[in-house]
């Protein structure tokens, strides 16, 4: 008989947002108990659109269906894990998080934003995460990610709630998550 025990997948947070210098690289993370797996999604949009969103906090283009715990039942953590462009944090390796907020400023290009927030009396505040973790014995790594809902998310929420409540609500869902394991090393700002 075997004696392993089975890590056990807690959440997946359906999209985050890694910048990149030529292109934001789209993320799904898979939560288990001992580790975060940023499972890389394939392209579904163009730079310009994913360079908007991250400013904005919510998806733009709305068509994409958010995958959920259970397709990501069939797939092994090892093969996960084993993925180059996929980033695996141990979570002992984890030494802050913290969860921060921006107010976007509009651009000059950025005419219909600025109308936007006119007429919905808002402003666009995106949520992001600073994670500080180990790599190795001596090299500290920094990964920022940014929380920007799919519009499967967004858009049923949007009729009753307000932007800002929906990305708070998503980046707090999170935090949530995180703070059940990683308790003394959470920052919120």
């Given at each position: 008989?075997?004696?392993?025990?089975?890590?056990?997948?807690?959440a997946l947070l359906h999209r985050?947002?890694?910048?990149?210098?030529?292109?934001?690289?789209?993320?799904?993370?898979?939560?288990?108990?001992?580790?975060?797996?940023?499972?890389?999604?394939?392209?579904?949009?163009?730079n310009f659109w994913l360079r908007r969103e991250m400013r904005y906090g919510t998806a733009l283009i709305t068509d994409v269906v958010p995958k959920t715990l259970e397709d990501y039942q069939r797939t092994s953590l090892e093969s996960l894990t084993a993925d180059g462009a996929n980033i695996t944090i141990p979570h002992e390796a984890v030494i802050s998080l913290a969860l921060k907020k921006e107010v976007q400023k509009p651009r000059a290009y950025d005419f219909f934003v600025r109308l936007t927030m006119r007429m919905q009396g808002?402003?666009?505040?995106?949520?992001?995460?600073?994670?500080?973790?180990?790599?190795?014995?001596?090299?500290?790594?920094?990964?920022?990610?940014?929380?920007?809902?799919?519009g499967a998310y967004f858009k049923p929420r949007r009729q009753t709630q307000t932007r800002e409540t929906i990305l708070r609500e998503y980046a707090m869902e999170t935090l949530e998550i995180f703070r059940k394991l990683l308790s003394a090393r959470i920052i919120s700002s």
């Open positions: 008989m075997s004696n392993v025990i089975q890590e056990k997948r807690l985050v947002m890694i910048p990149d210098e030529e292109y934001p690289k789209e993320y799904a993370v898979l939560v288990t108990d001992s580790k975060s797996i940023f499972i890389l999604q394939k392209k579904t949009r163009g808002e402003e666009f505040q995106v949520y992001y995460f600073e994670m500080i973790y180990r790599q190795t014995q001596n090299h500290e790594t920094k990964i920022m990610f940014y929380m920007v809902p799919l």
